[in-house]
């Protein structure tokens, strides 16, 4: 949405930049339609002015903050995620991981769809991830799905269960019992054990690779979603060239910015909604 809305406050700001707003016609003194007009592309942002402003436009891109979803779904290469179909899992614990480093932590709600990872763990997981992954550097999740357990309770936890099947019951049927129905096959998968294996089989090489997995399971982020499935924009027009008092622009007067167009995001909670009540309702007022 906001994005958008960028290209086209970019145009006239592009256009008042060379001249004042009003007057854009006929400083040019030509129609428009007769004018050459000149683009200007970035991978965020396309500028467009007549080819006599294309100097000034160029400058304009100085006061833009490169503009990227936000609040967005998270993308994994981890090859278990698409078999576990639309799958929201409540109260887990989550980790940030860019490059060596755990940079954030959330608790909450974490949901797997045909879009990516999402709620509201990974989209607030995706301010900070989504720019990790445009510099290019290594992003992960891990995913601890016992966080009210230490590993030594769950490790307890798993022996009594293991205790009071019967031994000839499956490996599924145990994983049944820790994680939601969606995740037992895939959890098999990622740990390397038949799912039909008898649990007596099971070694406590592979109990322990259980509990380690079920405390962090690792989810490799390799992508976002784009602008399409995304809450709000992040960058845009830099808030150091706008008045706070008023929102007019520092650069070009009578121009006035509110909302997602401007460099502000937030964390979901109607922190965005806030933003664009609030800008607009100062840019609303038209003071000078
Ligand atoms: C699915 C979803 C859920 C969200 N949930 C929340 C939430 O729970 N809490 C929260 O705080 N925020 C939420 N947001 C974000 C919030 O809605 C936005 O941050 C806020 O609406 C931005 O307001 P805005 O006026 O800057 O931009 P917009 O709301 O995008 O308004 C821009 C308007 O300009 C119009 N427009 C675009 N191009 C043109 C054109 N060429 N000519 C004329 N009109 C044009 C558009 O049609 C649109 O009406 C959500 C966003 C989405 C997508």
Known sequence: MGARAIRILLLVAALAFAAPAAAQYYTWGSDPA??????????????????TASATALRTLRYIEAVRPSLTPLVTSHPQVPHMGRLLLRNVRAAL???????????????FSERGIEGAVALRMSRDAVDALIE???????????PALTEEVLRERIRREVAEMAPTELFAELLRKLVPKPMVIPLAEELDIHSRSYVEKITEAQFERLVKV???LVLPVTDYAPFEYAVVTAGGVRCDEVNPYTMESLKVRGLYFAGEVLDLDANTGGYNLQIAFSTGRLAGMLKK
């Open 136 to 146: 290019g550097r290594r992003v992960k999740l891990v995913v601890d799905l016992k």
């Open 214 to 216: 079920l405390k962090g």
């Open 97 to 111: 991981w860019i490059d060596d480093e755990a940079v954030r932590e959330e608790f909450g709600e974490l949901g």
């Open 34 to 51: 007769s004018l050459r007009w000149h683009a200007i592309r970035t991978p965020d942002v396309r500028i467009i002015s007549p080819d």
